[in-house]
């Protein structure tokens, strides 16, 4: 039986690939301009924080209480992370990027997550 179900199998996924596909395609660049590589090195280190209860669920019995308590953690973490991205750091991100690299930036994001999603699968 896959630990956690299908729907942590889907989540987990979703959420790994969303954290190459993102460090490579928006993190990697907003590192090079001095306004946006605080509020970079501040995701990133969320993404490695949502990996690692990740790990910690994989390595959780899914029917003990400390699966839930985690799989909770998580849920906070990653509601917390996606509310910044979209209020903090995209309003920065808007004034460091040209038009021209955000469009080529959402591009090869969307590619790259493709692609972790069909590695994964
Ligand atoms: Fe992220």
């Known amino acids: 039986m896959k630990v956690g179900g299908e729907l942590f199998d889907r989540t987990r996924r979703a959420l790994r690939a969303h954290a190459v596909a993102e460090e490579m395609n928006f993190y990697r ?3 090079g301009h001095e ?6 090195r501040h995701s990133v ?3 490695k924080e949502i990996d690692d209860l990740i ?4 390595a959780t019995d899914p029917s003990s209480s400390g699966w839930l308590a985690t799989a909770q953690k998580l849920q906070h973490l990653v509601t917390h992370h996606l509310d910044e ?14 038009d021209n ?3 080529q930036l959402a591009t090869s994001y969307r590619q790259e997550m493709e692609r972790q999603l069909d590695a994964m699968a």
């Open 85 to 98: 991205e979209e209020h903090e750091v995209f309003q920065v991100a808007g004034k460091a990027l040209s």
């Open 35 to 40: 306004m946006t590589v605080e509020k970079s």
């Open 29 to 31: 660049p907003l590192m």
């Open 101 to 103: 690299d955000k469009h």
């Open 55 to 58: 790990e910690q669920l994989e």
């Open 45 to 47: 280190s969320e993404h």
